[in-house]
């Protein structure tokens, strides 16, 4: 490869990555609106370190459940797992329905490997798959001390 296709390799993988980190966070909201939870999505959190920060650290977005007592565990535990759901494409390959994007010598098998990436569920989203129940059990006990006009807990 020449210097020029590193580059652009490079390029491709960034982008993929940023679409992909977006887009995971997204699945995991897509479950919850579809199930009725709500849900807050902070744009690069991180208040220390500002958008820059957080941008390069990757965390380009965060989706926070409003779990509620009466919340399933199961809705939890899927929009967890959701972000597997941006592997479908290559999981076509081997039926023939998408073309195998590691088949090429182009710039779409460095995305594809970005995008990859993005669809494995993160530690936390694992901590939530095997914790759900906790999860919700503490959303229970918390609802009596939390203000969902300010979205803080309240000083009662």
């Known amino acids: 490869m020449t210097p020029i296709e590193i580059a652009a390799a490079a390029v491709a993988l960034a982008l993929a990555v940023s679409a992909g980190l977006v887009a995971h966070e997204l699945a995991h909201a897509a479950v919850l609106r579809a199930a009725g939870v ?7 959190p991180g208040d220390d370190t500002g958008v820059l920060g957080a941008g390069l650290r990757g965390r380009w977005a965060a989706v926070r459940p409003r779990a509620t007592g009466e919340t399933p565990a199961w809705v939890l535990r899927c929009s967890a ?13 081997p039926l023939g ?3 195998d ?7 779409v098998r460095f995305a594809a490997v970005g995008w990859m990436a993005c669809a494995l569920p993160s530690p936390q989203d694992f901590s939530v798959l095997w914790y759900a129940d906790t ?17 803080e807990p309240s000083a009662t």
């Open 38 to 44: 709500a849900y807050r999505i902070d744009w690069f």
């Open 81 to 93: 797992m959701m972000p597997l759901a941006l592997a479908v494409p290559l999981a076509l390959v």
């Open 97 to 99: 329905v998408v073309a």
């Open 101 to 107: 994007p590691f088949a090429t010598d182009g710039l």
């Open 135 to 151: 999860a919700v059990a503490a959303a229970a006990d918390d609802a009596s001390s939390y203000d969902a006009s300010t979205d």
